[in-house]
């Protein structure tokens, strides 16, 4: 079965930092490209970061650039979230997501992770 | 960055009717990068079209895309109960990549 399990967040102060770790089964992760995909309380959804299936490529939104590192580790199945400076904003649910295109971005998302829910606040 | 305007916001519509939902891209969507996605409460979305009218894998046939440019449609042709639920759109033909506000599908 092809599964996304999210685990790190938790609530922390503005300025604070978090590490959000998913852990990929069922599909030959090195294969392909994964993304962080937020979603604000009762709010739409926002994609966040995403990584080649190399890693060696690395795209982010403008709203958490030079804040937030997208890594992973392909022998390990993981993709990683690193978020600093993190402010009320970023308060949502973090998912991680398997991008459809094999060896290439598509940027369409096939495969979601349950999520994990980040709050930032004082 | 592209802006996708979904409408309506809401839809009220009874078992076993048609919806049709509209997705409009700001800029003309790349090579028809186009997706649709389905969330339920409390659930994360699922993949239901990408390029703007194939179905994902598992995606019941009542369920089709169609559009380009900048105009999309979803279209559920005989809405079961299970389909009472939130539609976003995606665009994934120019970064940032964009999803649009929703339209919720809810029970007349």
């Known amino acids: 079965e092809v599964q996304l399990l999210e685990s790190g967040g938790g609530l922390t102060q503005p300025g604070g930092s978090l590490r959000l770790s998913c852990e990929a089964s069922?599909?030959?992760?090195?294969?392909?490209?994964m993304s962080w995909v937020r979603q604000a309380p009762g709010k739409g959804l926002e994609w966040v970061s995403a990584?080649?299936?190399?890693?060696?490529?690395?795209y982010y939104a403008e709203s958490v650039t030079g804040r937030f590192t997208i890594s992973r580790d392909n022998p390990k199945n993981t993709v990683s979230l690193q978020m600093n400076s993190l402010r009320a904003e970023d308060t949502a649910v973090y998912y991680c997501?398997?991008?459809?295109?094999?060896?290439?971005?598509?940027?369409?998302?096939?495969?979601w992770g349950r999520g994990t829910m980040v709050s930032v606040s004082s | 960055e592209i802006v996708l305007t979904q409408s309506p916001a809401t839809q009220s519509l009874s078992p076993g009717e048609r919806a049709t939902l509209s997705c409009g891209a700001s800029?003309?969507?790349?090579?028809?990068?186009l997706a649709w996605y389905q969330q339920k409460p409390g659930l994360a979305p699922r993949l239901l079209i990408s390029?703007?009218?194939s179905r994902a894998t598992g995606i019941p046939d009542r369920f089709s895309g169609s559009g380009s440019g900048t105009d999309f449609t979803l279209t559920i042709s005989r809405l079961e109960p299970e389909d009472f639920a939130v539609y976003y759109c995606?665009?994934?033909?120019?970064?940032?990549?964009?999803f649009g506000q929703g339209t919720k599908v809810e029970i007349k």
């Open positions: 997501v398997k991008d459809l295109g094999w060896l290439l971005f598509r940027g369409a998302f096939d495969v």
């Open positions: 069922g599909f030959s992760f090195n294969s392909y490209a």
């Open positions: 990584i080649s299936s190399s890693g060696g490529t690395t």
């Open positions: 800029q003309s969507v790349s090579r028809n990068y």
């Open positions: 390029d703007a009218s």
């Open positions: 995606q665009q994934y033909g120019s970064s940032p990549w964009t």
